[in-house]
């Protein structure tokens, strides 16, 4: 009896980690929505379980479907409260919404995003993309709504501790939105001096470049790299 309820079954079986699978490989090619069928597929043979939900909730965000991608994620970081990483998602997700909503209703949003970040900053002392987060969003949102730059140099300080190329990067960061262009040098400097990396070279050109408006050190930097 076993074995007959074993192979009647096992197609079944097989089919539906073959979706998974399938999905995992197409979203890592990026083919958001030939990956989503599968999950889905998946999700109604198997049962929703945390990944499925998290890649559902990922593709959601990879195409702007801010609304879907907010309730995955909801569901997740409720279902699993201790676990950083969800709520940073969420925190996320419901940020784009509110960027895309009306002032009003981003308003509305504010407390929710905030509770989000400094959830997952509590739960994870090195979650490096909830620090940056966080830097973004108390530098972005205006003073009066509970924007703070002492709070973002907390952070930026935090990032330091768990990567100098990330610290000086939201530092300089955060000495650019201010106009503060020879201290982001400074910053944006050490930053590519230990990192050497295609986004440290940018940040650092970009300044030269488009802030400083200093074309000589932009070519010399530019030139450095090519060498």
Not at 6 to 20: E, K, T
Not at 154 to 165: F, I, N, R, T
Not at 184 to 189: D, P, Q, R, T, V
Request: aromatic content about 14%; proline content about 2%.
């Amino acid at each position: 009896m076993r074995q007959f309820l074993f192979v009647l079954f096992f197609p079944m079986l097989v089919c539906a980690q073959s979706d998974f699978d399938k999905g995992k490989t197409l979203f890592e090619e990026k083919k958001y929505t030939l990956a989503k069928l599968l999950f889905e597929n998946y999700a109604r043979q198997k049962g929703s379980d945390p990944k499925t939900t998290e890649y559902l909730g990922d593709i959601a965000a990879h195409q702007g479907r801010w609304d879907v991608s907010v309730g995955y994620y909801k569901k997740l970081k409720t279902q699993f409260p201790k676990n950083a990483n969800y709520h940073y998602k969420f925190g996320g997700a419901l940020g784009m919404k509110a960027k895309e909503s009306n002032k009003f209703k981003a308003f509305g949003m504010i407390d929710e995003i905030e509770s989000a970040f400094e959830t997952a900053a509590r739960l994870d002392s090195k979650h490096i993309d909830t620090r940056w987060a966080l830097v973004v969003f108390y530098i972005e949102l205006p003073g009066i709504v509970g924007g703070s730059e002492t709070k973002a140099q907390k952070y930026a300080g935090e990032l330091m501790q768990l990567s100098k190329v990330d610290g000086y990067l939201a530092k300089g960061y955060i000495d650019v939105y201010f106009k503060r262009y020879n201290k982001a040098e400074i910053n944006l400097k050490k930053a590519h001096e230990i990192g050497h990396s295609k986004i440290t070279f940018e940040k650092l050109y970009d300044l030269y470049l488009n802030k400083l408006k200093d074309v000589e050190k932009a070519k010399k930097l530019k030139a450095g790299v090519n060498t």
